[in-house]
């Protein structure tokens, strides 16, 4: 009966003997007490061990069948969870300390595979220890007991006893169990996180992203496999709003831009159970719909483009898998059409031009919904407005996919039509189309225009086909355009005979059937149950950091060189003929110190009034000082206030040093309050122009990035000074002290002991829970007149200077997020001002749009820039070749060859990175 689920599981169908009975209850309520008092007041470790076994013996053995399926009871009364709480506290307490004592009991206590209740308990104390030790080797056993826990079949017994549909139910006791389900979801899920934030470079393996979510996933395919094999025979009911809950928070959580390996092999199990033939397999399509469909937006976005990308697809078929897996959520779930509808289509990022089994997955699916005719009709309009925008492209491949998807869209359309025999209005497509094209044409790349040409050409051959008065067909020569296009136009072409529905389909060259290999995608997740989880993460950093012994030796002998130095020193002869007595004036108070304010709001006032020099002067020595120490606990309007008081302060008196105190003053007022403060300066820096000087607003600019760069404490590297070089030296005799120390360096013998770990004095960017403040109201504004500059009137440049600090300010927020979460955003927002500008007859600003681009190349990894913005540079490397070219190698100098050589040095810069 329960043959998948007993090949998967490894359970026996035969549970052990096991007393249940109240003599049975009452002994366990006696070896817990017992045990409990053992561990705290015992040292033996004998003693302790004997006292662990006797409760391990009378508590629940290894899961059955049995007992998932309510065939048997439970073995571990409710009533007695809070005994086995308190044992386990105690265990806690009193031996991880002395850990790796009882190491084997102890886990098998913290693992026990029985219900629900019992696992959310054991998950909870286990993180509220891990939140409040302080000691290392107690938080290594508590990292160990949580691997070990995340690895049993603890969280499995958790998820079916939680997801179990109880009839009759009331709704108090359905509430509850959802928000401790929820609870425990959340600290199961977020495990690796708190680990990692508690032992730092002594984390596991098995807590890395990789090997987490490879267990978790796993513990999801084997539910799945229980519910619809006990629904299939007994007929089973759960809850799998719950089950999704947990899949939509580990979806979300480790997507890694869609690389995850769990998530891809989950994915593509999915997508083997739904194309399987065995005899539940309508029941197993079922569930997957209904999983998918209760699932969070986020969730079903991230898991919408996977499915598209990894159902493989049967051109000998008339029914793909990709109906099998999704089913009726489109018609069911606003949130799959609108994610299908509105956002996929215009998000497509092929690997090539040949890449369209998105494309071809997608349009299949819309044309098995409901009322598929309109749905179509009505995403042809829409992705041919958008293609027709060709000045809004972002690349090239992205307009491709688009054209891809319109053509292979009017293929679905057409064949519908000829199905239903029904009437399709095609003027408005016309138009749209022709006014397209005629985009397409006025643009310089051959590449575009080849799209905007072949596009046109194969949809209205397309349409030829259900149209009664044909005219002649288009027909353009791509042959003088070169191989990219020709490719193109062949990729076009290719798609729009890849109609599934058609009988008419071409299925791609030396095509060969591929269904997901089930079998080998479970023994990758058994595989990594195999590894050793207790050995740790290795990074290649370590090793290039460490100094040689060589190093080592020449800084010791520094040291001892700087040591000796420093004893040769003597004091300067006082001057003896000084009779005068000086007046002790250590007590004396300044007269500044008597007029200076104590409160931040004193200060206001007093600056604002500024009615005396002394008392102007008071408070600017102590402005910075107030605000650091003040600031961070009071009300937003405060930080308002202060900040136009400063930013438009001028020097009524002299003040040494006033232009400084003002600047670090306004720094100092946006570090305390990052939100309120960034988001105020952004605003008055996107004003009306006239309303502020361009001083003014190069000055809030250049508060926004010392306020980033001390956040994110970015500090400047400073370079070692040059020596000067003696060229003749005179030979003289070196005195005593000197042979001293030359005698002790060469005789001194070095120990050396266990060098600091490179990444212990490594820290978290403070920046990164406020980047956002910062960023897109600079980038964006508050949607009114942003940032606007008359770049028509070429007789003043003031403009330009403005641009020039602004572009260098929003470079700068963007080389201060790196190691962010939001980097890889910032970035994508940062190349559509690249994409923008690049083309600027300014040196200047093509000088400062090619830093932007040094920002984004510098601040995100090789592995971003290789993947997501792989398309995008490149294009943006083709335009800094253009600019190396362009290099007048008859006359040097000037703005246009300082360009073309800092173009190269950039070119430079992104092979080595992304190499």
Known sequence: MYQTVLGTFRY???????????????????????????????????????????????LPPALTVQRLCGADPALLPAARLPLLADLLSACVRALLPRWPLCRDLLAQLFTLEESFALSHDTLAL????????????????????LLRYAKSDAVLAAVLDATRYERGEPEPARRLRRDTWEDYVQLLVSLPERVANRLRTDTPKGFSRENYSHYIFFHIIRAIEYMVESTYHHGDQYNVKLLAHLVSKMVTNYYMSGNSPALLSFVDILAAWADATDHNKFVKRKLIQTLLRNLIRQAIEYLSITLLRRCPINYLNNQQIIYNVIGENYNSNPDWKQILSYKIPFNIRPKDFNDTIIAENLMYYFCTTRNSEHNVSDLIMRLCAAWSDVTRASDLRAQLSLAQLLALAVRYRVTMSL???????????????????????DMLAPEIRCIGMATVEIILKILSEIEENKAGDLEFDYESMGDTCKEIHKSLKDISMRCLIDHRRLAPDKFVYKPPN???????????????????????????????????????KTIISVKLDALDGKPEDLDSDDDLVPYDMSNDVHVNVRKQPHYLRDLLELLAEADDAEVFEACLEVAEDLVNKQLRNEDPKLTVDLLDLFVHLDAKYQVEGFDLIKFNTCVAVVCCQPRVGAEHLCKEIHTDVGRYSIATKVFMLDVISEAVNRIADVRAQSEPQPKDEVICEEQAEPPAEEIIRRRLINKTRY???????????????????????????LLGGFGHKQLTLSHHNLKQDVDSILLLKYLTVIGNVVLASKNCPKCSTYCWEVVRIIMYLRYTPDPKIQMCVMTLLASV???????????E???????????????VNKLDLMSFGGPKSELAMFAAQLLRLIKDTCS
């Not at 792989?870 to 600019?883: E, N």
Request: net charge neutral.
């Open 751 to 777: 120990f050396h002991t266990m060098r600091q770990h490179p990444f212990a004095k490594a820290k978290k960017n403070q920046f990164a829970s406020v980047s956002d403040y910062f960023f897109y109201p």
């Open 869 to 883: 913005f792989f398309d995008v540079i490149v294009d943006l490397g083709g335009w800094l070749s253009d600019s």
């Open 419 to 441: 199905w239903n025999n029904t009437h399709w209005r095609t003027h408005d497509l016309k138009a749209l189309l022709f006014k397209g094209m005629a985009k397409h044409l």
């Open 12 to 58: 026996s169908l035969f549970a052990e003997e096991c007393e249940w009975s109240e003599p049975g209850v009452r002994a366990l309520v006696q070896a817990l007490r017992h045990a409990t008092r053992v561990v705290y007041e015992s040292a033996d470790a004998g003693r302790v061990a004997l006292a662990l076994q006797a409760v391990r013996a009378r």
């Open 126 to 145: 286990l993180c509220g220890f891990l939140h409040s030790e302080t000691e290392p080797a107690t938080l290594r056993a508590l990292a160990h007991l």
């Open 518 to 556: 089930i079998k080998r995608l479970l023994d990758n997740f058994a595989y990594k149950f195999m590894e050793d989880e207790n050995s740790l993460i290795h990074n290649t950093i370590v090793t290039c950091a460490v100094k040689g012994p060589e190093q080592t030796k020449e800084i010791v």
């Open 857 to 867: 190349v510098i601040s995100l990894p090789a592995s971003v820039l290789n993947t």
